[in-house]
């Protein structure tokens, strides 16, 4: 009998989570009232049902040899059994394993409580934004989207980082909650010192034009000096991160390196959709917030697009896509036929990360 590889495991997921979002688009159509804002009723406790099985489907991966899951699970195992062994990880990730190891020394059990706080982050941001008859819809957005699989089963400590993240990122105002809940994202993985780091600005200062003008010039400077920031960038990954050192020494036979114009194009889509919400009078301060944290973050990314693995990076900001797609069409009526567009955009994030899954 032949046995399913990661790989296949991911593309079951893709195929998987199209229909789930197929199945929500027919529905969204078939509303009575498609011409409003107002959805057909969708349980919002389905929620919590998916989660269980997404998180058991993650936890049941096959694990490869020398992957990223096969490292985590090399780590979890020497923390439970006390081995002497050189864990090169961030301090928070470190005491993450350390309290596991006290309950359970089983892969399947450190990989499922794992990927269930993965998966409660955008619940729990989910359950304070959106209203209840949008809930499952934005779930489906985000299980459906690029990246979000990677992240729970591969990318998994920044995953858990951003899962953290995501639960003070409703909170308007900066107070000691956000402050250590933020450090302690930060600890599990450095990556979120940008997310915080930006987070904290936005609080304090937010344009207008959330910044649309920032990300063009940047796409500018990526484009004739991209080089240079590779190089220096590159060189920090390399101090900081062991394994970052593969990735920029590295051939990838398998792996499309250089300036990725599917990932531009596909960054570039939620810069234009947030800028028509915005001159047809959209106006909602979570939603400046939102669109300038992805402008800015992505941005970021775009000074360092040609680097290998250069998704993991753009996630970063690739995540709050399925959340700007969706608040403000389940705020306000924004479009004639909206929830056919609410349809359109389920779909077309679940059909970009099938290609890209798939090809």
Same mark, same amino acid.
């Given at each position: 009998?032949e046995?399913?590889?990661s790989?296949?495991?991911m593309?079951f997921?893709?195929?998987?989570s ?9 529905k969204l159509?078939?509303?009575k009232?498609r011409n409003t804002?107002t ?16 998180a058991l489907?993650?936890?049941?991966e096959p ?6 899951k ?7 195992k020497?923390i ?8 090169n990880t ?8 350390r309290?596991?190891?006290?309950f359970?020394?089983?892969?399947f059990f ?6 269930i706080i993965?998966?409660l982050?955008s619940?729990?941001?989910?359950n304070?934004?959106?209203v209840?008859?949008?809930?499952y819809?934005v ?7 690029l990246?979000?699989?990677?992240y729970?089963t591969?990318t998994i400590?920044?995953?858990?980082a951003l899962?953290?993240f995501?639960f003070v990122?409703f909170?308007v105002?900066?107070n000691t909650?956000?402050?250590l809940?933020s450090?302690?994202?930060i600890l599990?993985?450095k990556?979120l010192?940008i997310l915080?780091v930006?987070?904290?600005?936005l609080?304090?200062?937010?344009r207008?034009d ?8 940047f796409l500018?400077?990526?484009f ?6 590779v190089n220096?960038f590159?060189?920090f990954?390399?101090?900081s991160?062991?394994r970052?050192?593969?990735y920029l020494?590295?051939?990838f036979e398998?792996?499309q390196?250089?300036? $990725?114009?599917d990932? =531009?194009?596909?960054?570039m !889509? +939620?810069i234009? @959709?947030?800028w028509?919400?915005? &001159?047809r009078?959209?106006?909602d301060?979570?939603?400046d917030?939102?669109f300038?944290?992805?402008v800015v973050v992505n941005?970021?990314?775009l000074l360092v697009i040609?680097?290998?693995?250069t998704? $993991?990076l753009a996630? =970063?900001s690739?995540?709050? !896509? +399925?959340?700007? @797609?969706?608040?403000?069409?389940? &705020?306000?009526?924004?479009f004639?036929n ?6 359109a955009?389920v ?6 990360n099938?290609?890209?899954?798939t090809?």
């Open positions: 009998m046995t399913f590889t790989h296949d495991w593309v997921w893709s195929y998987g199209f229909f789930l979002a197929l199945l929500c688009a027919f159509v078939f509303n009232e804002s959805m057909p009723y969708f349980p919002s406790q389905l929620n919590y049902v998916l989660i269980v099985f997404i489907y993650f936890a049941l694990i490869v040899l020398y992957s990223d096969w490292n985590y699970e090399i780590i979890f020497s439970s059994e006390n081995d002497i062994y050189e864990i961030e301090s928070g990730f470190y005491f993450y394993n309290l596991l190891s006290f359970s020394n089983s892969s450190y990989f499922f409580i794992t990927a993965y998966l982050g619940l729990k941001f989910i304070k934004v959106f209840s008859s949008a809930r819809i779930f489906i957005a985000i299980i459906s989207s990246g979000f699989y990677n729970g591969n400590r920044q995953g858990l899962a953290v995501l990122f909170e105002k900066l909650k956000v402050i809940v450090l302690l994202a599990l993985h990556s010192l915080v930006i987070n904290f600005m609080k304090i200062y937010n207008k959330n910044f649309i003008s920032v990300w063009v010039v500018f400077i990526s004739v000096f991209g080089n240079v920031f220096t590159g060189g990954l390399m101090d991160d062991q970052m050192v593969s020494n590295d051939t398998n792996y390196t250089g300036f $990725r114009v990932f =531009l194009i596909y960054s !889509i +939620p234009v @959709f947030g028509i919400v915005k &001159k009078g959209f106006q301060v979570l939603f917030k939102i300038s944290l992805y941005a970021i990314w040609t680097l290998p693995f998704d $993991r996630y =970063l690739w995540f709050l !896509i +399925p959340f700007l @797609f969706i608040y403000p069409l389940s &705020k306000k009526v924004i004639r909206q929830n056919f567009f609410m349809a955009i779909m077309f994030l679940a059909t970009i099938l290609i890209i899954a090809k």
